[in-house]
């Protein structure tokens, strides 16, 4: 693995970061999760704090070292990672949620392992995490909030639309489920949009994809910020 590039581009900034799956636990030995390496996240991390900012890195379970100079917060669940962000969030001039949060969560965690009976299926109830990056870009003051969206189709328009919904500075899409990209891939290619423009990031290894992310939002961020 190649070092990341230094520089001291951010120096003086705060980023937090949230990044890899969260789990949802059914009972002691089941969990319901997403999909998610963490490494575009721990990527981003990595460039952010190689450049000179401050970085504070909430985690899901991943099998990744913690990059150099970075400070991480490991949670498990999605209302972990959710108070995580919020007691890191003062003081942060970006947020970026490269996490894949588990939408839903079991009603009630069983404190028994669930048993199975002869013959019969099960149905799960679950209701709905709360959505760390809305909630934090509902905050006042609130830091640059960058969000990510990973679809199997029409990228750019559910991004657009989660760009406005979610009222984020901006949103970085990338297709998943094809072979090179996304999941489970050292590579990605992002499609990045904000309110008045938009840029391309083609695909290159995931430090390379960092790096020049990290590009366009320093160049959008409020002088001083
Ligand atoms: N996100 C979050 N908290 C959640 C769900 C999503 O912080 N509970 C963040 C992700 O980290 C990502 C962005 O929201 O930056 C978009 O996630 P995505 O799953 O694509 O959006 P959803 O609003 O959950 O929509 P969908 O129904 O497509 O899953
Ligand atoms: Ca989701």
Redo the contacts with the bound molecule.
């Keep these: 693995v190649l070092a990341p590039m230094q520089g001291t581009a951010w120096a003086g900034r705060r980023v937090l970061i ?1 990044a890899g799956p969260t789990y949802e636990d059914l009972d002691p030995v089941r969990y319901l999760g997403n999909r998610s390496s963490g490494r575009m996240g721990y990527a981003v991390a990595a460039a952010a704090a190689a450049q000179g900012a401050e970085v504070t890195l909430v985690s899901g379970p991943v099998t990744l070292a913690t990059p150099p100079g970075v400070r991480r917060i490991d949670v498990r669940s ?1 209302e972990a990672m ?1 108070a995580a962000v919020l007691d890191a969030l003062p003081g942060q001039h970006v947020f970026i ?7 839903f969560r079991p009603r009630e965690r069983q404190a028994s392992k669930i048993k199975k009976q002869a013959g019969s299926g099960l149905a799960l109830d679950l209701v709905q ?6 909630d ?1 870009a509902a905050r006042q003051p609130r830091p640059f909030v960058v ?5 199997t189709d029409d990228v750019e328009r ?1 991004a657009r639309d ?1 760009l406005v919904r ?1 009222k984020l500075d901006m ?1 970085a899409a990338n297709r998943v489920g094809t072979d090179d990209c996304g999941f489970d891939s050292d590579r990605n290619a992002l499609a990045v949009l904000w309110h008045d423009g938009g840029a391309q990031v083609d695909m290159a290894d995931k430090a390379t994809v960092a790096r020049r992310l990290l590009e366009l939002i320093l160049a959008r961020l409020p002088d001083g910020a």
């Design positions: 949230t999605a959710h949620a490269t996490a894949a949060v588990a939408d995490n709360p959505d760390i990056l809305a934090v969000g990510f969206a990973a679809e559910y989660k979610k949103i």
